[in-house]
């Protein structure tokens, strides 16, 4: 234990900060499968690795402390994660998601949960009213995503829990542009936060790894059954990739976020840039809440083109800045949510949400922020028609 609840202490010594056995001060790969049994009905805690790993259960425990939650489970991808969590209801519930949600929540939900009778709706979750006016009698969880991809729409994460508890809805946070050293869902009321580790906490864009937490109990014991029962476990290696990602969170995402305004202030003042989303800026509409109930903005940012600039000529002219799926590591990224990372959406509903065709999103790196400038700049001026 850390003796502490700061969180840049606590992501190097959180959760089982050695190992016992020997006092190495990194937990060990326990690359095996299985564990020997003292005798019949008796074993050292271990069974087989889908049940519980030591390095696994290492990473479960950090990121637990980190969130503020009891119990933490590790997963082979964020999707692992939201599929395991979404496996808690049943045919007949029905789920409410925010408008904005990463393309692959809505793709589960439409083309495999719904197959099973879990039906699900997009609603307007920056608005609280509007959002308690669409629980119906088989609603039983809302999923928000705060800042939401691609627009980073910030949701009152307070108060949607509050009037979600109220009806008996659960509610689950994916926290994965925030992470707990911005933003800690359960703290705000929250039941259940997941994560795709493959971007920030994972940080260097080399393991794929999803994380659930949860502080209750009972959630927990079911999400342990079901996490062992479908199987979508993290190896015992990325596991540890994981753990030593996490240890420079802190030290990576105030350089991403301090590298985000300027980036963020540069596009807003380029005349070939006709929108900037960024819930830095004083005059976004969701500032004074995600100020309120976020350490930071964090390092997202989505911006549209003006007419006088080649979406593709652009991407095709930066060279620092990777054109990518993901977000969250060391290197600037950048992609085209509607064939890229939101092509899993009908284009009806993209539209209705807002991701237009000239919509591009980028993650802000943690180079030099003068050199991430530059090349937008250079990009964007090479692009002009
Ligand atoms: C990437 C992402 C996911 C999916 O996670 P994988 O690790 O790619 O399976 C879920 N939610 C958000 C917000 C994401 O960015």
Redo the contacts with the bound molecule.
């Keep these: 234990m850390a003796g502490t609840t700061r969180d840049e202490t606590l992501l190097i010594h959180g959760g089982i900060p050695e190992d016992p056995r020997t006092g190495a001060v990194n937990v060990p790969i326990y690359q095996t499968s299985t564990y020997r049994q003292d005798e019949l009905g008796r074993h050292r805690g271990y069974e087989y690795s889908r049940t519980g790993n030591p390095t696994r259960e290492a990473l479960e425990k950090l990121i637990a402390d980190l969130e503020g939650g009891r119990f933490g489970f590790a997963f082979?991808?964020?999707?692992?994660?939201?599929t395991t969590v979404l496996s808690l209801f049943s045919a007949g519930d029905e789920i409410l998601t925010s408008a904005n949600?990463?393309g692959?929540?809505f793709r589960v939900l439409d083309k495999v949960f719904r197959n099973f009778g879990i039906a699900y709706r997009m609603v307007d979750t920056t608005d609280a009213d509007a959002f308690e006016a669409q629980i119906g009698p088989n609603t039983k969880a809302v999923i928000v995503?705060s800042p939401?991809?691609p627009l980073l729409d910030v949701t009152d994460i307070a108060e949607i829990a509050k009037r979600a508890k109220a009806r008996g809805v659960m509610t689950i946070v994916?926290n994965?542009?925030m992470t707990p050293y911005l933003q800690k869902p359960l703290e705000l009321g929250a039941d259940v936060v997941?994560?795709?580790?493959?971007?920030y906490l994972g940080g260097h864009s080399d393991v794929?790894?999803?994380l659930a937490v949860v502080d209750d109990e009972e959630t927990a014991k079911r999400l342990a059954f079901l996490q062992n029962a479908t199987g979508g476990v993290l190896g015992p290696f990325d596991s540890f990739l994981l753990i030593r990602g996490i240890k420079t969170l802190g030290v990576r995402l105030d350089r991403h976020c301090e590298n985000a305004l300027a980036v963020a202030e540069f596009l807003r003042a380029s005349d070939a840039v006709e929108i900037v989303h960024f819930p830095g800026f004083a005059d976004h509409p969701g500032h004074a809440i995600q100020a309120r109930q976020a350490r930071g903005a964090g390092a997202m940012i989505s911006f549209s083109l003006r007419e006088n600039v080649d979406l593709r000529l652009f991407l095709k002219s930066l060279r620092l800045v990777a054109l990518a799926?993901?977000?969250?590591g060391v290197e600037s990224l950048i992609c085209h949510p509607s064939t890229m990372?939101h092509a899993s959406i009908p284009e009806e509903i993209r539209k209705k949400v807002g991701i237009s065709d000239s919509l591009l999103r980028l993650s802000v790196g943690i180079e030099h922020r003068d050199d991430i400038v530059a090349d937008l700049k250079r990009a964007l001026d090479a692009a002009r028609r």
């Design positions: 082979a991808s964020g999707m692992a994660a939201l949600v990463y692959g929540t995503e939401a991809n994916d994965t542009f997941v994560h795709s580790a493959t971007k794929v790894a999803g799926e993901s977000l969250g990372t």
